[in-house]
């Protein structure tokens, strides 16, 4: 069965403070590797897609890696206003578009 | 805004009753997908939309759930007979193709009383 694990379910950082997230995946053929970041109240929003192992996405202070097991979010010195809940989801192969989610990691920041 | 539009963004229903949800996909988008969140559970897939075709509704529940996107107008997703446990947030997203970023709205929070 696909599934995608995500840990640690909540993360506390000072703010400066850098970690990383980590996404655990089992799929039948990868066909793409999202992660997102949800708000309170909002709806999900996306931030990268990894196709293939080795691959590597960053914006602002965040890196996404992808293995062939697992993805990585690194956070590099954190700020109060990346506190959220990030996501991360994988697309299987021969999936008609259906996105498996984590159940996520709420991080927050601490100023 | 071009973003995804989802609307109530809260609906209340009584046991029994129907509930609608709509979503206006970002401008360009043609594929609408519908998740549902319950408390303390991760995303889970229910139905795939093209327009005026479902792709796939292998998540979906085989009694009162449905969902539609016609060629006009939003995609809905439809909830007859409403019981306590259709209580959840349900998010819409949109894609220019199967195997594009979706894009998420605000959801509806739907509250069964």
């Known amino acids: 069965e696909d599934q995608v694990t995500q840990s640690p379910e909540a993360l506390r950082l000072q703010e400066g403070e850098s970690s990383s997230l980590n996404c655990s995946y089992t799929?039948?053929?990868?066909?793409?590797l999202f992660w997102y970041r949800q708000d309170p109240g909002k709806g999900p929003e996306f931030l990268f897609t990894l196709y293939s192992a080795g691959e590597e996405k960053e914006k602002e202070r965040l890196k996404a890696t992808l293995t062939k097991k697992e993805s990585f979010l690194h956070i590099t010195a954190p700020k109060p206003e990346d506190s959220a809940t990030y996501l991360c989801?994988?697309?299987?192969?021969?999936?008609?578009?259906?996105?498996?989610f984590g159940k996520g990691t709420k991080l927050s920041v601490k100023p | 805004n071009a973003g995804v539009m989802q609307n109530p963004r809260h609906l209340v229903r009584r046991r029994g009753q129907e509930a609608r949800l709509r979503c206006s996909p970002m401008k360009g988008h043609s594929h609408v997908y519908w998740y549902r969140q319950l408390p303390e559970e991760g995303l889970k897939f229910m139905v795939y939309?093209?327009?005026?075709?479902?792709?796939?509704e292998s998540g979906m529940p085989k009694e009162r759930f449905s969902a539609e996107f016609p060629k006009e107008g939003p995609s809905i997703l439809r909830i007859q007979q409403v019981v306590r446990g259709d209580s959840a947030a349900y998010f819409c997203?949109?894609?220019?193709?199967?195997?594009?970023?979706?894009?998420f709205g605000d959801g509806t929070r739907l509250s069964i009383l």
């Open positions: 939309l093209q327009k005026e075709n479902i792709i796939d």
């Open positions: 997203a949109s894609s220019s193709g199967p195997n594009q970023p979706q894009h």
């Open positions: 799929v039948s053929g990868l066909r793409g």
């Open positions: 989801a994988v697309q299987a192969q021969g999936s008609q578009g259906n996105l498996i």
